[in-house]
């Protein structure tokens, strides 16, 4: 209860730094509203990283940058400047580095590169410095619980003579998109925090676009919908990757789509999103459980009337706890893994 605290204070003191608006908004009010998102713990619970939103008007774009406040004593505190996209905090398991992805200008071996999505690294003191060196942009990434490397997803980088024909393309106002063509397949990668060196663990496809690290490290866990089209949304299916051999094993393969996983803190089990009714895109979603070995996976919720949208493991693995959407409102609640017992934390 007493990280519930912790975020509940910080809710309100974000909330004391956001403008007043008048009585009745208006439509540049609602488009300006800051307000935080991203949220990411530290896994001692004493800080909270986060994201804000601003709008730039003039050049009708958005820019996000990175912010922290302490759960203690509510200090809060800007961690990135300027006009560009940084995003998706993540603490290290040490919780002494913040990584987060970036699309701000760099320049490497004399030449700038600007709009591509990287990998940066927030160190306790000083200033952000660039972890990654994708050729693309970098989609999504999880440390490794060792906190000595970071697994991310990239797309395959496209031939030199494929790209340049693009930037030309470009530069002449074509724009065209070929309907049915195939995606360009996305991989997954590790990068050493140490000294910035990277390899590949493997070339998916597409619809690759979800990594989450068993506790020992040495399996992937990911999602895919095959093609990376929202046409199929509702088939997505959770893999399991070895990182060593990178011998790669169907997990899930149900009607409907399986999303997010997550292992238990003792790596025995795999709890992600799954569906009431399949292929039905705005159908109910629970959280459901299955072991590592496979079986029949258990519905946590099937007691609980509302679609769950996320869950976060407890610290001991005896409960998850779960984001539910109650009418209007999200409220949290926690599930005991054993005996499927639903009980309201926050509401």
């Known amino acids: 209860m007493k990280y519930v605290r912790r975020f509940l204070l910080f809710v309100f ?4 730094t956001l403008p007043a608006v008048s009585a009745v908004p208006t439509i540049q009010n609602l488009i300006g509203l800051k307000y935080p998102s991203e949220l ?18 003039e050049k009708s774009r958005y820019f996000r940058n990175i912010w922290r406040v302490s759960t203690q004593k509510g200090h809060i505190e800007k961690l990135t400047f300027g006009t560009d996209r ?32 990287q990998i940066w690294i ?36 496209l031939p030199d003579s494929v790209r340049r024909l693009q930037k030309e393309q470009r530069s002449r106002g074509f724009d065209a998109e070929v309907v049915g063509k195939p995606g360009q397949p996305n991989e997954i990668w590790l990068v050493s925090v140490t000294d910035k060196s990277s390899r590949k663990v493997a070339t998916i496809d597409p619809g690759l676009n979800y990594l989450a690290f068993s506790p020992d490290g040495k399996t992937l866990a990911f999602t895919t919908n095959y093609t990376g089209s929202e046409n199929d949304a509702q088939k997505y299916d959770i ?45 109910q979603t629970d959280v459901s459980l299955l072991s590592v070995k496979g079986g029949v996976p258990r519905n946590l919720t099937a007691d609980f009337d509302y679609a769950v949208s996320d869950f976060k493991w407890g610290p001991r693995g005896k409960k998850i706890y779960f984001e539910g959407a109650v009418r209007t409102a999200s409220n949290i609640f926690s599930v005991e893994v054993a005996s499927g017992a639903i009980e309201g934390v926050l509401t």
């Open 13 to 16: 003191l974000v909330a004391g």
């Open 40 to 57: 990411n713990l530290s896994r001692d619970g004493s800080v909270v990283a986060f994201t804000i939103r601003e709008t730039d008007f």
């Open 86 to 117: 940084n995003r998706s905090p993540r603490f290290s398991p040490n919780g002494k580095l913040i990584a987060f992805l970036s699309d701000r200008s760099y320049i490497k071996e004399g030449k700038r590169f600007s709009n591509r999505t």
């Open 122 to 157: 927030l160190p306790e003191r000083g200033d952000p410095w660039r972890l990654t060196d994708a050729s693309e942009n970098v989609q999504f990434f999880r440390w490794a619980p060792d906190g000595k490397s970071i697994a991310f997803i990239v797309k395959k980088a």
């Open 239 to 283: 893999f399991l990757l070895n990182i060593q051999s990178k011998e790669m094993s169907p997990f899930t393969d149900f009607p409907g789509p399986e999303t997010q996983p997550s292992f238990s803190p003792d790596g025995k089990f795999i709890a992600y999103i799954s569906q009431t009714v399949p292929d039905i895109e705005f159908a």
